[in-house]
C-alpha cells in the first residue's frame, strides 16, 4: 500500500561533536543541531520550515535527504525505510528526492558548463534518456526559463537568479517526486525571489512535485507553504496548517517571529504589537532545561524550566510545544 505520506521523518535525531579528549577519543560535548523532531509531507504540498538562523533547518534538509546520517530516529520515503539505506539502495533513492541548495554561486562548479553542471545527475546514476542525454537537459533548461542555447556557457556568465534556475533544473532531471529547497531565494534580490517562487509553484502544479521549503523569512514560507513547522534550538515548538498558524500563532516563539515581519505602511513606523524577545539564543551544545524557549520567554513560569513540553494538539490542525499556549490571532502585513 502507498502512503499518504511522500516524506516522513520520526523522531529524528542529529548531533555534532565539538571535540575529543581522553585516552579513548570521547567526544567532551555535542552541537544538538536537530533533537527529536518528527514531520510528515503529504503528496503534492509544501511544507514550510521556519525559525532563526541556527536553529537546526538547514541540518534537518540535509538528515531527511540523508546527505548526512542521522544520529537517531527514522526516515520514511514513500512509506519506505531509507534510515540505513546505502550503496545501490541509496542510488535509488536519490531519483526521488533531490536538493535544491541555499547558494546558487557555490553549488555549482565554475569548471563545469551549464549542460554538464545539469546532465550530472543522469551520469551519476548512469540513466540513458530515450531522447538523448543533450535533448533531456534542453527540455530541463526551457522548463526552468533557460535559453537551451546557452547549454555550453558557465555559471559565472548567467545572474545569481539564472544559477538559482539551473540548480533547480538539475534537481528535476531526474524526475523526482520531492524537492527540498534549503532557503533558495535567500540569496537572491528581492524582485528575483519572486520569479523564482512562482517558478517553484509553476512546477510544483505541472510536475505534481512535493516540497519541504525551508526559509528565515516568514513572508516566503507563508506565500508557498500548505504546512508550516516552526523550529527553535533544535525542536519544532508548532506545526500546522499554514494559514491557521499564521493567523492565530499559539506558541510565544512563534507569535514574537510574526510581529516581526516587516509592514507595508509608509506611514507606520513600527508594529504596534512587536514583540522584543530579550536575550540571546541558548547555547545547542547546553540547551535549557524544560522548555528551550523559556530563557526568553514572557509567559515562563517553573514548570516551564522542570518540565519538557510535547507537540500537543492545540486546535484548527495544528500541533504546539507550549505548557500556556497563545489565542490571540494576529493580521500578517497589517
Not at 539502495?89 to 563545469?112: A, C, G
Not at 510535547?310 to 502585513?333: D, F, K, M
Request: aromatic share 4%; hydrophobic share 35%; glycine share 8%.
Amino acid at each position: 500500500m502507498i502512503s499518504d505520506f511522500a516524506l516522513e521523518g520520526i523522531d529524528l535525531v542529529k548531533y555534532f561533536p565539538t571535540g575529543r579528549s581522553g585516552i579513548l577519543g570521547r567526544a567532551r560535548e555535542n552541537v544538538r543541531a536537530v533533537d527529536g523532531v518528527s514531520l510528515s509531507l503529504r503528496r503534492g504540498t509544501t511544507l514550510g520550515i521556519v525559525g532563526e538562523s541556527g536553529c537546526g533547518k538547514s541540518t534537518l534538509a540535509r538528515v531527511v535527504t540523508r546527505l548526512i546520517e542521522p544520529t537517531h530516529g527514522q526516515i520514511l520515503l514513500d512509506g519506505e525505510d531509507i534510515t540505513h539505506a546505502s550503496g545501490k539502495e541509496l542510488r535509488r533513492m536519490r531519483t526521488k528526492i533531490q536538493m535544491v541548495f541555499q547558494d546558487p554561486y557555490s553549488s555549482l562548479n565554475p569548471r563545469h558548463s551549464v549542460g554538464q553542471i545539469i546532465s550530472a545527475p543522469l551520469q551519476v546514476q548512469k540513466m540513458k534518456p530515450v531522447q538523448g542525454e543533450r535533448q533531456r537537459v534542453h527540455e530541463m533548461m526551457e522548463l526552468v526559463g533557460l535559453n537551451p542555447e546557452h547549454y555550453n556557457r558557465y555559471p559565472h556568465e548567467f545572474s545569481g537568479g539564472q544559477r538559482q534556475r539551473i540548480g533547480i533544473a538539475r534537481s528535476l532531471i531526474l524526475n523526482p517526486s520531492i524537492i527540498v529547497a534549503d532557503e533558495p531565494v535567500s540569496a537572491l534580490d528581492v524582485s528575483i525571489q519572486a520569479q523564482i517562487l512562482n517558478l517553484m509553484a509553476k512546477l510544483q502544479e505541472t510536475l505534481g512535485l512535493s516540497y519541504v521549503f525551508i526559509a528565515h523569512d516568514l513572508s516566503v514560507v507563508h506565500h508557498i507553504a500548505d504546512e508550516v513547522a516552526v523550529m527553535y534550538l533544535g525542536k519544532i515548538v508548532e506545526m500546522g496548517p499554514s494559514n491557521v498558524v499564521y493567523s492565530s500563532p499559539s506558541h510565544p516563539y512563534t507569535k514574537a517571529l510574526l510581529s516581526a515581519v516587516p509592514v507595508a505602511d509608509p506611514k507606520r513606523h513600527h508594529r504596534q504589537d512587536r514583540i522584543r524577545l530579550t536575550g540571546d539564543v541558548p547555547s545547542p551544545v547546553n540547551p535549557p532545561s524544560g522548555c528551550r524557549f523559556r530563557t526568553r520567554c514572557w509567559l515562563a513560569t517553573e514548570k516551564c524550566a522542570n518540565e519538557e513540553p510535547s507537540l500537543n494538539p492545540g486546535g484548527n490542525g495544528r500541533l504546539v510545544a507550549c505548557h500556556y499556549p497563545l489565542e490571540t490571532p494576529v493580521s500578517i502585513g497589517s
